[in-house]
């Protein structure tokens, strides 16, 4: 009887589904940031003449976010305000999937170089009240910009289970997050949403309708692509299959082309490095891609496109443990990675004296700096901030280093 229920359970799910996408309106092409121009990119710094500009550059900032009080915070994420600052979002409470976890946001003034005292912007109770359903955890803040210049964020809320319960709620904001409205659940399935998280900045589309990367990990962990109108899921498709692959980042390469690059979730003895797919025609279908040929330890993958083509990756580029975190960069045109600064490393230590060291993200207020945050022993969000001067010297001194690595080759 069971049995029977459950064909009756999947054949009513496939009408629906088939129903669904049939009436699937058209796919628009990615809009391409206006950081992302078609520049070239500029010549290794090898010349004495440079030399004496180096000393000029400023070293990273590096602070941290403003502790609430909470003994466990986690997931920090951040966006570009409209006059320049940074607001950042992250979860804090006594443990990750506790009760009494809220979801905080404080806000960078690049002039001052401070964060602001920090302030909820929701919390399982206002949640529960808002959706007006039960609500037992939530967590992973991901903001976004609406194309009438709103924020947007979304989050994940838990009513039964772990995080494989899961389903993305969002709240918005006319006052640069100020204030927020009442959170609205996001269906991402027309008859079980459950298990749908988010971890990564979304994309635009021309039309304005932002591109959500997702994942599931229940019955499979695999990416999928949300097709978002405001509060409204208008299609989805498949980025990745299996139970291998989660937290897709979306590299967008031009109006049709992307690459998708995730944490790794393989069984023992397969390749702990980062599984990709490929999509040439603005997301509405993925293929897998060959691994990008970096250690990856189940662990969150942070990247940034820059104002001239330059790619940067922040992860933990080892095979276990996430005790290492690393900045990477690379240009678009060779597609080769190279660590240019370690930003965290406890190899040296035993152990269980070693930290976590996980969650980076990335952001750009102008095209050329950056921002990340992290988190930081699952006690402190940490905040590094790296000047466009800085970047643009560093990733010289990659493209020399890379020059001079294959003139020793074909010597």
Same mark, same amino acid.
């Given at each position: 009887?069971? %049995?029977?229920?459950?064909?009756?359970?999947?054949?009513?799910?496939? *009408?629906?589904?088939? +129903?669904?996408?049939?009436?699937?309106? !058209?796919?628009?092409?990615?809009?391409?940031?206006?950081?992302?121009?078609?520049?070239?990119?500029?010549?290794? *710094?090898?010349?004495?003449?440079? #030399?004496? $500009?180096? !000393?000029?550059?400023?070293?990273?900032?590096?602070?941290?976010?403003?502790?609430?009080?909470?003994?466990?915070?986690?997931?920090?994420?951040?966006?570009?305000?409209?006059?320049? !600052?940074?607001?950042?979002?992250?979860?804090?409470?006594?443990?990750?999937?506790?009760?009494?976890?809220?979801?905080?946001?404080?806000?960078?003034?690049?002039?001052?170089?401070?964060?602001?005292?920090?302030?909820?912007?929701?919390?399982?109770?206002?949640?529960?009240?808002?959706?007006?359903?039960?609500?037992?955890?939530?967590?992973?803040?991901?903001?976004?910009?609406?194309?009438?210049?709103?924020?947007?964020?979304?989050?994940?809320?838990?009513?039964?289970?772990?995080?494989?319960?899961?389903?993305?709620?969002?709240?918005?904001?006319?006052?640069?997050?100020?204030?927020?409205?009442?959170?609205?659940?996001?269906?991402?399935?027309?008859?079980?949403?459950?298990?749908?998280?988010? @971890?990564?900045?979304?994309?635009?589309?021309?039309?304005?309708?932002?591109?959500?990367?997702?994942?599931?990990?229940?019955?499979?962990?695999?990416?999928?692509?949300?097709?978002?109108?405001?509060?409204?899921?208008?299609?989805?498709?498949?980025?990745?299959?299996?139970?291998?692959?989660?937290?897709?980042?979306?590299?967008?390469?031009?109006?049709?082309?992307?690459? &998708?690059?995730?944490?790794?979730?393989?069984?023992?003895?397969?390749?702990?490095? $980062?599984?990709?797919?490929?999509?040439?025609?603005?997301?509405?279908?993925?293929?897998?891609?060959?691994?990008?040929?970096?250690?990856?330890?189940?662990?969150?993958?942070?990247?940034?496109?820059?104002?001239?083509?330059?790619?940067?990756?922040? +992860?933990?580029?080892?095979?276990?443990?996430?005790?290492?975190? !690393?900045?990477?960069?690379?240009?678009? @045109?060779? #597609?080769?990675?190279?660590?240019?600064? *370690?930003?965290?490393?406890?190899?040296?230590?035993?152990?269980?004296?070693?930290?976590?060291?996980?969650?980076?993200?990335?952001?750009?207020?102008?095209?050329?700096?950056?921002?990340?945050?992290?988190?930081?022993? %699952?006690? %402190?969000? %940490?905040?590094?901030?790296?000047?466009?001067?800085?970047?643009?010297? &560093?990733?010289?001194?990659?493209?020399?280093?890379?020059?001079?690595?294959?003139?020793?080759?074909?010597?």
């Amino acid at each position: 009887m069971s %049995r029977v229920i459950a064909l009756c359970f999947l054949l009513l799910a496939a *009408v629906i589904g088939f +129903l669904h996408i049939d009436s699937r309106p !058209a796919w628009t092409p990615f809009a391409i940031s206006p950081y992302q121009v078609d520049e070239e990119l500029e010549e290794p *710094v090898g010349t004495k003449s440079k #030399g004496s $500009i180096k !000393a000029s550059i400023p070293a990273p900032q590096a602070n941290w976010l403003p502790d609430t009080g909470a003994p466990s915070v986690h997931a920090a994420s951040m966006i570009a305000l409209k006059d320049g !600052a940074v607001r950042a979002f992250w979860f804090a409470g006594s443990r990750e999937g506790a009760a009494d976890v809220s979801i905080y946001s404080s806000v960078y003034d690049p002039k001052s170089a401070l964060w602001s005292t920090p302030t909820v912007a929701i919390d399982r109770i206002s949640a529960e009240q808002g959706l007006s359903r039960y609500i037992a955890k939530l967590g992973n803040p991901v903001p976004a910009r609406l194309p009438d210049g709103r924020l947007q964020l979304f989050f994940v809320t838990v009513s039964v289970g772990g995080w494989a319960g899961s389903s993305i709620s969002s709240l918005t904001s006319n006052d640069e997050g100020l204030t927020w409205s009442n959170p609205q659940r996001l269906i991402s399935s027309p008859l079980v949403n459950l298990s749908t998280l988010v @971890k990564s900045p979304s994309i635009v589309f021309t039309d304005g309708l932002l591109g959500v990367p997702a994942y599931h990990e229940w019955i499979g962990r695999f990416g999928e692509f949300l097709r978002v109108d405001a509060g409204q899921v208008i299609d989805k498709r498949r980025m990745s299959s299996g139970r291998s692959a989660i937290q897709p980042l979306v590299f967008v390469n031009d109006a049709q082309d992307a690459n &998708a690059y995730f944490r790794q979730t393989r069984s023992a003895g397969l390749p702990k490095q $980062i599984p990709v797919s490929h999509t040439q025609n603005a997301g509405q279908s993925w293929q897998q891609s060959e691994d990008l040929v970096i250690a990856n330890p189940n662990s969150a993958v942070a990247g940034l496109v820059m104002k001239n083509g330059m790619r940067i990756l922040v +992860l933990n580029n080892i095979e276990n443990g996430r005790y290492r975190l !690393a900045l990477l960069m690379s240009d678009a @045109k060779s #597609g080769k990675w190279q660590t240019v600064e *370690v930003l965290e490393d406890d190899e040296a230590l035993p152990d269980a004296q070693r930290k976590e060291f996980s969650y980076p993200y990335l952001i750009t207020v102008d095209g050329n700096d950056v921002h990340l945050v992290y988190t930081w022993d %699952r006690k %402190r969000i %940490r905040h590094h901030y790296f000047s466009g001067a800085w970047i643009k010297q &560093a990733f010289s001194k990659m493209q020399s280093q890379a020059a001079d690595e294959q003139r020793q080759e074909t010597q």
